[in-house]
C-alpha cells in the first residue's frame, strides 16, 4: 500500500475533526467528509506506519445518515466540517465526543455519566443560525471582485456569497458591494503585494430587532463614491448601521483598530433573553442568539439562584452570562482580561439598569487570588467566600491558581461554561480531586455543521458531615510507623514509567487536536530545567533552530508533563 493507491473503506468511527474512519488492511484511514456507514473509493493522501489520511473519491453506497449539503461549496468550505452528516447524528456525536473525553481525560466513572449526563440540546432548524459574517474579498482570475470563505487551512478564497449557516440578507448586502466595486473599478485587498483596497466586509444582524450593521474593512483611508454604496446599502430593511474598519497592517488580523461612521449609528442593538445589548463592529458577541439564550438559561438555572447570592463571572467577555445571572442575584461579579470588553460590559448594564454587577479587567488567574488575599489581609481568621462560581473560558480551560483559589473559597455550586471538552475534562478532574462532585453535565450544540459543541457543567461542593482524625502506627514504641508514611514510601519506590516523547505526543494530539514537534518539546523541558538525557537527537533540533512553540502548545506540553508526573 502506498500513497496515492485507492483504497475501498466502510466508514465504521468519526474522529475529533468530523472525519470518517474505516480500515483496509489492518490500516487506519481517516478521510475527510465521509460519513459513518458510507462504503467509500478513497485515495491515500499519507500514510504513517499504522494510519493514514485518504481523500475520499466516490461514494460506493452512502450511509443511512448521510444528507445532500446544502451549500455548494460544503467541502472546499473551512467554515462546516459535517454539513453531509444528518443533523441527528451530529447531535449524536457530539455528546460522545463530550462523554469519551470525560470518562478518558477526566477519569470519571462511566455509571456517574450515565446518572448526571443530560441530552444534548440542539436546534430545531439549524442553519442559517449565526448573526455574524465575515467575508473576504478578493479577485478572480478574469479580474472580478469575489467575497466568500477560505478553503479549509489556507487564504484562498472560495467564492460563495450564499452561506448555508448565515442570515440570507448576507446574500444581498454581498451584491450591493460586489456590484459597487465593480462598477466603480474599486479594488480588493491582495495578500501578497499588500494592495488594494476592500478586504473583508462584516456584517452583523439583531436577532430580535432585525437591526442590519454592514462594517467595510478597507486597506486605506478613503473609499470613492462611498456615498453611492452607502445609498445603495440603506435601501435594505433593517439597515441601521455602515461604517468602515481602517486596516492598513500587512496582517491576518481581520479587523483594524479605527472605525469610522459612514451612516447611521455605530452600533445595532440587540437582546439576550431581557437583557439589552449594543453591539459595535469590534465587540465580541455570541454568534449563535437562539442557542445562546438555551445556554445562559441552562447556565442560569445550574446556578440555582435566590436572590441572596455572591456570584463570580470569570471570562465574562462583554459580561453576558453576569447581566444574565445579575437578575436573579444579590451581587455579581465579572472578570475579564480584554479592557474595551469589560467597558462594554459596564456600558451594558448601565443600559438595562443593572447596579448589582461589578465588573473588573484583568486575568482571571491574577484577579481572584488577588482577591482572595486581600480579603483574608484585612479580615484575620475568616475566608472569601462566594455561593456561586460561573466560568467561561478559552479553549485552553482554567489556569491550575485559578482553580486552586476557586476550590479555596468554597462555593456551594461551581458552573462550568465550556467550549473544548478535553480542558473541561481536565479541569473537572481537578475540582473533583479537590472537594467538588459533579452534578449535571448537558452539551448545548451552539455551531450546528461544525464539530464544535459547547458545555455546561454544574458542580457542587462535597460538605463533610464532620471529621473524626484517625492516626494509625505499626510496631512499638521509638520506631514505630505511621500508616501513611507506609503508603508513601510504597509509593516512592514504585518503579515509575518511562515517559516517552512519543506519549507526550499522543496525549497532547488527542487532548488539545495539536501535533508538537519533539523540538518544542525538548525545549519546554529545557526551560523548566529538566534533566535532558532522554532528549531527541539534535538534527531534529537544528532543523527548526529559529523557531518556538507558541504559547498554547507551551502550555499543552507543560500539561502533558505534569499529567505523566514529570513536573
Ligand atoms: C469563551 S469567551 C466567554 C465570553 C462570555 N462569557 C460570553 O459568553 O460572551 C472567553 C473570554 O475569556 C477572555 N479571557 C481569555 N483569557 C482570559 C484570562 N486569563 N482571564 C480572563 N479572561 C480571559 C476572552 O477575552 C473571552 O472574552
Known amino acids: 500500500m502506498k500513497k496515492n493507491d485507492f483504497v475501498t473503506l466502510t466508514i465504521e468511527d468519526i474522529g475529533v475533526g468530523g472525519e470518517g474512519i474505516g480500515k483496509a488492511e489492518g490500516m487506519t484511514f481517516f478521510v475527510k467528509d465521509a460519513v459513518v456507514g458510507d462504503v467509500i473509493e478513497a485515495r491515500i493522501t499519507k500514510l504513517k506506519k499504522n494510519y493514514g489520511y485518504a481523500r475520499l473519491m466516490k461514494i460506493i453506497k452512502p450511509s443511512e445518515k448521510r444528507k445532500e449539503a446544502k451549500c455548494p461549496v460544503a467541502r472546499q468550505c473551512g467554515g462546516c466540517q459535517i454539513q453531509e452528516m444528518d443533523y441527528k447524528e451530529q447531535l449524536k456525536f457530539k455528546g460522545r465526543k463530550v462523554r469519551n473525553n470525560l470518562e478518558r481525560i477526566g477519569g470519571f466513572e462511566s455509571t456517574l455519566l450515565d446518572a448526571v449526563m443530560e441530552p444534548i440540546c440542539g436546534m430545531e432548524e439549524p442553519f442559517h443560525y449565526r448573526n455574524k459574517a465575515q467575508y473576504p474579498i478578493g479577485t478572480d482570475r478574469d479580474g472580478n471582485p469575489v467575497a466568500g470563505f477560505y478553503a479549509g487551512r489556507t487564504h484562498q478564497i472560495i467564492p460563495n456569497t450564499v452561506c448555508a449557516l448565515g442570515k440570507e440578507i448576507n446574500t444581498e448586502v454581498l451584491n450591493i458591494v460586489l456590484g ?40 486605506g483611508t478613503q473609499i470613492p463614491h462611498v456615498e453611492t454604496l452607502t445609498e445603495r446599502l440603506t435601501k435594505l430593511p433593517g439597515m441601521t448601521s455602515i461604517t468602515m474598519n481602517i486596516n492598513c497592517e500587512n496582517t491576518n488580523v481581520i479587523m483594524g483598530k479605527e472605525i469610522r461612521l459612514l451612516w447611521g449609528q455605530e452600533y445595532i442593538t440587540d437582546y439576550i433573553g431581557e ?27 445550574y ?47 448601565e443600559i438595562n439598569g443593572i447596579t448589582n454587577a461589578e465588573f473588573y479587567v484583568g486575568k482571571a488567574e491574577e484577579v481572584l487570588p488577588d482577591y482572595y488575599r486581600k480579603y483574608e489581609e484585612s479580615n484575620p481568621g475568616s475566608r472569601a467566600h462566594a455561593d456561586v462560581i460561573v466560568v467561561d473560558p478559552p479553549r485552553k480551560g482554567c489556569d491550575e491558581t485559578l482553580l486552586e483559589t476557586m476550590v479555596n473559597m468554597e462555593p456551594d455550586r461551581i458552573v462550568y461554561v465550556s467550549c473544548d471538552s478535553a480542558t473541561l475534562a481536565r479541569d473537572l478532574k481537578y475540582l473533583c480531586e479537590n472537594g467538588y462532585e459533579l452534578k449535571k453535565v448537558r452539551p448545548a450544540d451552539m455551531f450546528p455543521m461544525t464539530v464544535h459543541v459547547e458545555t455546561v457543567v ?19 514504641g521509638e520506631g514505630k510507623v505511621p ?17 516517552t516523547y512519543k506519549m507526550i505526543k499522543e496525549y497532547i494530539e488527542a487532548k488539545y487536536g495539536f501535533k508538537v514537534h519533539t523540538a518544542y518539546i525538548a525545549e519546554v523541558k529545557r526551560s523548566l530545567g529538566l534533566p535532558m538525557y532522554d532528549a531527541p537527537n539534535a538534527v531534529e533540533e537544528l532543523k ?3 523557531k518556538h512553540p507558541t504559547v498554547e502548545k507551551v502550555e499543552a506540553i507543560k500539561d502533558a508533563l505534569k499529567h505523566f508526573e514529570v513536573i
Open 483 to 499: 500508616l501513611d508514611n507506609i503508603a508513601k514510601r510504597a509509593e516512592a519506590y514504585k518503579p515509575k514509567e518511562r515517559v
Open 458 to 476: 454544574l458542580l457542587s461542593h462535597k460538605k463533610p458531615d464532620g471529621h473524626i482524625n484517625v492516626k494509625v502506627e505499626f510496631g512499638e
Open 275 to 301: 437583557i439589552k445589548y449594543q453591539i459595535s463592529p469590534l465587540s465580541f458577541y455570541q454568534v449563535n442568539p437562539v442557542q445562546t439564550e438555551v445556554l445562559y438559561g441552562l447556565a442560569c438555572e
Open 180 to 219: 459597487f466595486m465593480k462598477e466603480f473599478h474599486v479594488t480588493a485587498y491582495d495578500e501578497g503585494t499588500g494592495t488594494g483596497l476592500f478586504r473583508h466586509v462584516l456584517i452583523r444582524s439583531g436577532f430580535k430587532t432585525g437591526e442590519i450593521m454592514v462594517c467595510l474593512i478597507v486597506n
Open 303 to 349: 446556578a440555582g439562584l435566590t436572590g441572596q447570592e455572591t456570584v463570580w463571572d470569570l471570562y465574562c467577555g462583554i459580561g453576558t452570562i453576569s447581566l444574565f445571572l445579575a437578575q436573579k442575584a444579590k451581587q455579581v461579579y465579572g472578570v475579564e482580561i480584554i479592557p474595551q470588553a469589560i467597558e462594554d460590559a459596564r456600558k451594558n448594564a
Open 544 to 546: 527548526h533552530p529559529r
